[in-house]
């Protein structure tokens, strides 16, 4: 049951009782769908999250709260598991990767320093494209 496992997750009592708002809550939005078990799927989640939001009922942890128990229907088997699209990756994206890559292996910076260098490639492409130049130009 989802409220023994918020339990067992270590929970205080009034935010156990919060999830489970949420998740009677969902399981009542869905019912007014006439949404069937197997058919819930993440979309649905976000769905009720933006409806929540519309009508002023979003509150902070609502979201966590109902991704945990999304997590628990799967856990549990009673609803499909997410599908998961494959990412396609843009020539810019893949172009990011390889510079992260390189200053990674060949010049051993750091993580920190990887987060600060990578997120330029899309500016410089992005400039590049506009120019018709190459930004990388020394």
Known sequence: MFSQQVRELGYALDSLKKQVRIAAFFSRWLGRLTVGLREISSEHARRFLRYRSRHGLLHKGDAAALQRFTEFL????????QKM???????VEHCALDFGRYLRDERALSRSSLANYVPFVPVFSRIASETGKSALRV
């Open 74 to 81: 799967r856990r549990e088997e009673a609803i499909p598991a």
């Open 85 to 91: 699209s494959p990412v396609r990756l843009t020539a």
